[in-house]
T-cell receptor, first 113, second 116 residues
Framework: SQELEQSPQSLIVQEGKNLTINCTSS?????LYWYKQKYGEGLIFLMM?????EEKSHEKITAKLDEKKQQSSLHITASQPSHAGIYLC?????????????FGRGTQLTVWP | NAGVTQTPKFQVLKTGQSMTLQCAQD?????MSWYRQDPGMGLRLIHY???????DQGEVPNGYNVSRSTTEDFPLRLLSAAPSQTSVYFC???????????????FGEGSWLTVV
């Protein structure tokens, strides 16, 4: 099965600081999803990356996909308390259906004012 | 989380009881799935369905049953609840299963289940 390793497991930053979360796959990536989860709530879709070198941004969050390294990174610029939560990456395995995602264990982000 | 509705949100069961977690989507999505989320384990796939009448097992199917009689609904049944099934359950749906279509996978808000 495909494994996704997220790093760091937890991150505590001061408001206004930039941060990066990484997601590394043990196998070739075929579609990489980033979700955000607040405690007690569901998963909120952030971005999906499909092609090597692809980069997408939404507000202050940017995600990149490096297919050669089998890695994706999520970068938050000028973090705010509203960015706090658990960030999860999910990926589809080669030959598998898109809906069969494998997930990393998540990165817990705390942003203090 | 547009369009995927899970019920109940919270449930406490006694060991051995059975129950059904409901999941419904109103987006006419072909693909639906159930995940469980445990501390330190991430999300793991329980069962999935690629269309009405078709279901298959995921990574951790034991102790769970599913059916897909309509496109909209995908209930998850716990046959005889065990403490090991205490978890948060998420239902998800997507338009289809082809990764090249670039479709988004939507998740419900989760169902918190405790088995005592």
């Amino acid at each position: 099965s495909q494994e996704l390793e997220q790093s760091p497991q937890s991150l505590i930053v001061q408001e206004g600081k930039n941060l990066t979360i990484n997601c590394t796959s043990s196998k070739t990536l075929y579609g990489l999803y980033w979700y955000k989860q607040k405690y007690g709530e569901g998963l909120i879709f952030l971005m999906m990356l499909q092609k090597g070198g692809e980069e997408k941004s939404h507000e202050k969050i940017t995600a990149k996909l490096d297919e050669k390294k089998q890695q994706s990174s999520l970068h938050i610029t000028a973090s705010q308390p509203s960015h706090a939560g658990i960030y999860l990456c999910g990926a589809a395995a080669r030959g598998s259906t898109l809906g069969r995602l494998y997930f990393g264990r998540g990165t817990q982000l705390t942003v203090w004012p | 989380n547009a369009g995927v509705t899970q019920t109940p949100k919270f449930q406490v069961l006694k060991t051995g009881q059975s129950m059904t977690l409901q999941c419904a989507q109103d987006m006419n999505h072909e693909y639906m799935s159930w995940y469980r989320q445990d501390p330190g384990m991430g999300l793991r796939l329980i069962h999935y369905s690629v269309g009405a009448g078709i279901t298959d097992q995921g990574e951790v199917p034991n102790g769970y049953n599913v059916s897909r009689s309509t496109t909209e609904d995908f209930p998850l049944r716990l046959l005889s609840a065990a403490p090991s099934q205490t978890s948060v359950y998420f239902c998800a749906s997507s338009r289809d299963r082809d990764r090249t279509s670039g479709n988004t996978i939507y998740f419900g808000e989760g169902s918190w289940l405790t088995v005592v």
